[in-house]
């Protein structure tokens, strides 16, 4: 079994890059986009949630970058489109921040995370894991780190599961295992982008469904 997406993200550049661009050009990349990878009406509430993802994410990668500047040539996706098995229009991680090596997952939060979150943001990171780890062929072999972000949140840090949670100003905690140490650019962006996803025969939605327990 194998399914190729085309248009499957917003916006795509390298982190330099990424700095370079203003907020509303960026902006306007996310809203030009946002009809090729969800069938979905597209809310001022949406627009909001990017412009406060693109201000964390330009104070914070702007210090890794000052740190190393091999953080720079890493690439940065926003909503990038995953294959699912529940949702026919697919899952998409907020960002996702890819090396030759590791691939970084951030979900952004602008509420405070409480432990009402607690099941979804853990269920959610095990569906990326799967489908990134074990059926996205160009993935598979690679590290994977998934992070949550409060951005109403200050001097937070938990682990749960695989997740590390954390307020905007503890982003230095996570830096290695989102993006690793001393990186190296991925050799082939466009196709990891495009990669096929294979099943095995025996994976099912009862399979699916196991993996949210």
Not at 66 to 91: C, M, P, Q, T
Not at 144 to 152: D, E, F, M, R
Not at 187 to 201: C, M, T
């Amino acid at each position: 079994m194998a399914q190729k997406y085309i248009d499957n993200f917003c916006f795509y550049s390298s982190i330099d890059e990424f700095l370079e661009t203003d907020k509303k050009t960026f902006l306007a990349a996310m809203e030009e986009n946002y009809p090729f990878v969800t069938p979905f009406r597209l809310s001022k509430a949406q627009i909001a949630a990017w412009a406060d993802e693109y201000d964390v994410l330009r104070e914070q990668l702007n210090k890794c970058v000052n740190k190393d500047r091999a953080y720079g040539r890493l690439s940065i996706l926003f909503e990038y489109v995953l294959w699912d098995f529940d949702n026919e229009n697919g899952v998409r991680p907020d960002v996702l921040i890819l090396s030759k090596e590791r691939i970084g997952i951030i979900e952004f939060k602008t509420r405070p995370i409480g432990e009402q979150d607690h099941k979804y943001i853990t269920s959610q990171a095990k569906k990326y894991r799967h489908r990134l780890l074990h059926n996205h062929d160009e993935s598979k072999g690679m590290k994977l780190s998934v992070c949550a972000v409060s951005t109403s949140m200050k001097d937070y840090y938990e682990i749960l599961g695989h997740v590390r949670c954390i307020s905007p100003d503890r982003f230095e905690d996570v830096r290695e295992s989102l993006m690793g140490r001393h990186p190296q650019p991925h050799e082939d962006v466009y196709r990891w982008i495009a990669s096929d996803y294979h099943f095995e025969k025996s994976y099912n939605e009862d399979t699916e469904r196991s993996l949210k327990r």
